[in-house]
């Protein structure tokens, strides 16, 4: 998720449309498969899941516990808090949908919007979690003023879960109103942090960073390198 200036992973998605994968990997696929006449062996089949998809965008999801989180651009119903059903387009919410299996079938419950307190009238979304589902780094587009004018940048924020609320949301100390940061991915252990930004000194338009969490501060972003980043995005 990136915003322009003034002016576990059972789930993958493809081109915005949020499905499952029945098995993964499970037959091999020759390198040149169909060049020469081969047969093409598929090696997973694809379903869409039923009931989660909006006519809008619906992507990066992840599986925690029961729930199916995932970024949504369904409008949000501020009385219903989020369930599905209109026609217009709003701010990129985080959703969830709760995962129910019985007699060898999986359902998906009505999507709703997953914290109020992390989805606010701005951009918000990914969202990455640690192993125990209590601790989340997400992205939301923070507004900043500057010489420029007004400047509207995805940052990263932290929450974690207590009480039953997601709470302590703070942004944290490796973002710069100079730049934009999305996409973040947590280790199990919440420690190291996986990111994307267009800061400077990157190989292209946007590379990979991490970042390691230490006496309460993130450390300053490391570029993961020529072998990962490209000259492009």
Request: aromatic letters at 12%; a positive charge.
């Amino acid at each position: 998720l990136f915003s322009k200036s003034k002016g576990k992973y059972s789930t993958v998605y493809i081109r915005a449309t949020i499905i499952t994968l029945s098995a993964v990997l499970t037959m091999a696929c020759p390198v040149n498969a169909g060049d020469k006449g081969e047969k093409v062996v598929p090696i997973f089949k694809v379903y869409e899941i039923s009931g989660c998809n909006s006519e809008g965008l619906d992507f990066s999801p992840v599986v925690i516990g029961d729930k199916l989180v995932f970024v949504s651009e369904r409008a949000i119903d501020l009385i219903n808090y989020g369930e599905t059903g209109y026609s217009k387009r709003s701010y990129l919410t985080i959703q969830y949908s709760t995962i129910k299996n019985a007699n060898d079938t999986t359902t998906y419950s009505i999507p709703k919007l997953f914290s109020g307190r992390i989805c606010q009238l701005q951009h918000s979304g990914p969202i990455s979690f640690d192993l125990s589902g209590e601790f989340a780094v997400f992205t939301r587009v923070k507004y900043f003023r500057s010489e420029e004018g007004r400047l509207y940048r995805p940052q990263l924020f932290s929450t974690k879960f207590e009480k039953n609320r997601w709470r302590e949301i703070e942004l944290l100390n490796i973002n710069n109103a100079k730049y934009s940061y999305g996409h973040p991915a947590l280790s199990s252990d919440g420690k190291m942090l996986y990111f994307v930004s267009d800061m400077e000194g990157g190989y292209g338009g946007k590379d990979i960073y991490r970042s390691e969490h230490k006496e309460g501060l993130w450390s300053d972003p490391v570029n993961l390198g020529p072998e990962v980043n490209t000259v492009g995005n």
